[in-house]
């Protein structure tokens, strides 16, 4: 019996101690929390705490309406990393090779990028799978995040400014330019023709005032004569009467 039960615990010294199950404290899944439509999104993908971690299998599902998956990229450098993406799904894995030990420790496991393509809140869920070192499966923490899309603002149209007509302008009249006092001047009329006119005018009056005077001149000529005889003749009578 003793020497049964001395063989029992040696067995049991000899066996290899179970390694502990893998395991992440969390998950993390981080990025912008408000995205335009149109816009392109990054998210992190990280495990805190993790232990013993030879492999693991991150499944995110996203809302395909609202966001379109675009690409992933590894973080843990060393060993094999692949993308799977399916409509409203995307699952990224990586693994370590050969006798690698697994990981501890708070590790980046990669990013993911989406585009906006519609407006609303964009949900989106991430699962974990981990596999340890001596291949044993655990289940690992899950994180979700909420992204809001908005359609950007429409972008007002701009009344187009008219341009302005400018009124065709006017070549400048030039003043026009005093002639040449030459040639501006009036025609001067011939003094001779004036002096003609005036006198042709004047002595049509003057003639016919000068025709009446000397009528009455003769008048009072033969007036006066006849005044001068008839005195004589009365001066006479008188001396004869005598």
Do not use: C, N
């Not at 990981?103 to 989106?124: I, N």
């Amino acid at each position: 019996m003793a020497t049964a039960g001395g063989g029992a615990l040696l067995v049991g010294a000899l066996a290899p101690a179970a390694l502990a199950a893998p395991a992440a404290e969390e998950l993390t899944l981080a990025g912008p929390t408000e995205v335009m439509v149109g816009e392109e999104i990054t998210l992190d993908l990280a495990a805190v705490a993790a232990e013993d971690l030879y492999s693991y299998a991150v499944e995110i599902a996203y809302d395909p309406a609202l966001l379109t998956y675009v690409s992933a990229t590894p973080g843990l450098e060393g060993g094999y990393d692949a993308a799977a993406p399916q409509e409203g799904v995307v699952t990224v894995t990586h693994t370590r090779l050969g006798t690698s030990p697994g990981l501890a420790g708070d590790l980046a496991l990669g990013s993911l990028t989406f585009t906006a393509v519609a407006d609303g809140d964009a949900s989106l869920v991430a699962t974990t799978s981990l596999v340890g070192a001596d291949e044993a499966l655990a289940e690992g923490p899950g994180d979700e995040l909420t992204v809001a899309v908005s359609a950007p603002e429409p972008t007002p149209t701009e009344t187009p400014t008219e341009t302005p007509t400018e009124d065709p302008t006017e070549d400048p009249t030039e003043d026009p330019t005093d002639p040449d006092p030459s040639e501006s001047e009036e025609p001067t009329t011939d003094p001779s023709e004036s002096s003609t006119d005036g006198d042709t005018s004047g002595s049509g009056s003057s003639g016919g005032l000068a025709t009446t005077g000397a009528q009455v001149g003769i008048l009072a000529a033969l007036a006066a004569a006849a005044v001068a005889v008839g005195v004589f003749l009365l001066r006479r009578k008188a001396v004869s009467d005598r």
